[in-house]
């Protein structure tokens, strides 16, 4: 027997819709490409991205193109998330960090029709725009002032075509099920992956990380994403924010250091989320120059595991909250995040950072497991590692336009590619990428713990362990570390420092320091090019 319940579609555009009529004086807040701060509200913001709608249409646009983006976080952009989507077209974000080469590969493959583009882009894009074969023409995300003189053929000005049509727009109702947007993910190895969003996932998603134990999100936070609206929808803070009609800053393109500061205290931000990499430079900017954030409340690490030290440093030295999370661009992307649970916020200090240290509990809607390499079930016992399996309304379950998938070789389930543990409390963790966990004498040993405890030490900025080929034990950890501004790592001292906090033989082998690490389009370091670069290294125990 069905429930007699109204069967309304889960669409992006209900999101605007609502915040513009409840929360329409909220602000959107953006660092414009240009430098400045761009003010405006939920409901200027809904006029406009019925007007783009309105213009896209007009251009030809129709249900299921891919519209892609080349930009920053900015109020544009935002807009775009909303008129692409509602109106039934993809909304096809573009890592712009990626090399032109890939760019094309992305492009052609996902057969984008039109393109948005920052006017910083601009130049770069006229070097590959031969190449990209399905485009029927650019929109410059800038005003008529501020077009760039460009040889791009069928190019368009984003605030032209608003101010040319109004607003007498009515978002279409459609299967929920449609595609909504779509990202690549950088893969390592082989080409990009299509992730292709639909509205029903991203709705649900959007409900399950604005809540309390995830984003904490409501009227009365502020968020700010540092994490781009390029990668994996911004972990879906945009949409979030609209839904519960929290104040929304945008960073722009200024992500390190003092203008992410400037932002985050001028603004009175309350949650911000965002790869190590950028909490690195935001800690030092605030250590050397005495600046603290008393309105920011929770910031959410994720993308790479969250440093204890890092953990430590916001909660004890600056009272701001941390909250690890992790999750893929296969997953909307959240699937975990660690909230201390009430039962365990009576631990002692370094039993609770045990439980924080974890990429923390499935949120609401996805179901984790653990297998050995047959496929079996393994236990939670916080102990016992495996591959980890996810499955969820928010999972992708396929890739654009690719037959194969060995990721979804199993039945119903993805197979992240990550080695983590369960235990009894809820709690995973991850022990390691499978491609980044270090083999040796048919033992793994977990990079990421390795490099917990080295950036514990006062001179490491940043560490990354990788595998080095060994004769004896097949591979063996190499340590390669950053040093903090004024110091001077002393190897041996570093390499002693793991004594008593891993077992013996998990000890790296070797400790290089080098001046900066290789870090990928999305702020995270690129151990894949440290792997090739070290391939041939030679450990003393060798
Ligand atoms: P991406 O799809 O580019 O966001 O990358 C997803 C991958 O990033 C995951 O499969 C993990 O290997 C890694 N990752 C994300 N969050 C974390 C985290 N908190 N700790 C460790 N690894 C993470």
Redesign the pocket.
Known sequence: MHGLMMDRPLLISSFLEYASSIYGEQEIVSRTVEGGIHRYTYAQADNRVHRMAKALTALGVESGDRIATLAWNDHRHYELYFSVSGMGAVCHTLNPRLHPSQLTYIMNHASDRYLFVDPTFVKPLEAFYATLESLKGIIIMADAADMPDTTLPNVHCYETLIADNDADFAWPEFDERTASSLCY??GTTGNPKGVLYSHRATVLHTMSVALPSVLHLSAHETVLPVVPMF??NAWGIPYAATMTGAKLVLPGAHLIGEPLYELLDGEGVTTTAGVPTVWLALLEYMRGNGKRLDGLQRVI??????PTSMIEAFQDEFGIEVR???????MS?VGSINTLKPNLTGLAANERMAYQAK?GQPVYGVDMKIVDADGAELPHDGKTFGELKVRGPWICNGYFAMDESKAHAEEGWFN???VATLDSEGYMQ?VD?TKDVIKSGGEWISS?ELEDVALRHPDVAQAAVIGVAHPKWDERPLLLITPKPGTTPDMSDILAFFKGKVANWWTPDDVIVMESFPIGG?G?IQKGELREKFKDYKLPTA
């Open positions: 993910t950088s990668h994996a690490i994720g993308g790479s595991a969250a690890h999370g992790w999750g893929m661009t296969e992307p990429q992240t590619d990550d991850i990428r990421i999305t995270k």
